[in-house]
């Protein structure tokens, strides 16, 4: 799941969301809204079937495997406050959602990427793990090495979204600041937790 490499508009026709955001995938998707398949006659999921394909969202969103999700949801079980919404607060924190949500790639799986091959300091440490959590006060910049920061300035200069409100991005000098935690608003996914908690909580 964590390197899923299959046709990405399928993914977003099965589950009915921009999960994958590659131009081709929702462009694909937007031409043939229905799910992939011979037949085109709507059929009507059972609760259980819902509740995985809400979690479906959230592992292809965030390129989790199964025992990546298990793990950050007992992570969020142990938690104070509502689990649904840790879970996803902890998805969000992941190193390559904050790369992503501050404009430093176009797509998750290219800021997967980037992380994974070293791109990325983490309070001056070099910081090659995706699921890496970080905390208020954490300060991200690219490494200064070869053409990575004309790579990465290019992202920036058109990157075609907003950068969240819990993060302060300095495009000069290509650093990012956790300013603060994110909040159940800043989610990005469209997803029922609440059906998803129950799911793993069998």
């Given amino acids: 799941m964590a390197h899923y490499t299959g046709p990405r508009a399928r993914i977003n026709r099965r589950l009915g969301a921009a999960i994958f955001e590659n131009a081709g995938a929702t462009r694909a998707a937007e031409r043939k809204p229905n799910p992939p398949g011979m037949s085109v006659r709507p ?3 059972s609760t259980y079937g ?3 394909r809400e979690k479906q969202k959230i592992k292809y969103y965030y390129g989790l495997g199964e025992r990546q999700l ?3 949801f007992q992570k969020a079980k142990r938690a104070t406050g509502n689990t649904g919404e840790n879970l996803l607060l902890l998805c969000e ?3 390559d959602s904050v790369v992503r949500l501050a404009g430093f790639s176009k797509t998750r799986s290219q800021a997967r990427q980037g992380v994974g091959h070293g791109h990325f300091l983490v309070n001056g440490v070099r910081t090659d793990i995706a699921s890496y959590q970080v ?3 954490d300060v991200i910049h690219v490494k200064r090495r070869g053409n990575l920061s004309d790579v990465y300035r ?3 200069e058109n ?3 907003q950068v969240a409100d819990w993060l302060t991005v300095d495009p000069a000098q290509q650093e990012i600041i956790v300013s603060r935690l994110p909040a159940k608003e800043d989610v990005t996914l469209p997803v029922d ?3 998803v908690v129950e799911l793993l909580s069998r």
């Fill in 159 to 161: 990157a075609d979204g």
């Fill in 93 to 95: 924190m992941r190193l």
């Fill in 135 to 137: 905390r208020v006060g």
């Fill in 70 to 72: 298990r793990k950050l």
């Fill in 154 to 156: 290019g992202y920036l």
């Fill in 193 to 195: 937790i609440g059906m």
């Fill in 43 to 45: 059929r009507k999921l």
């Fill in 50 to 52: 819902e509740a995985m």
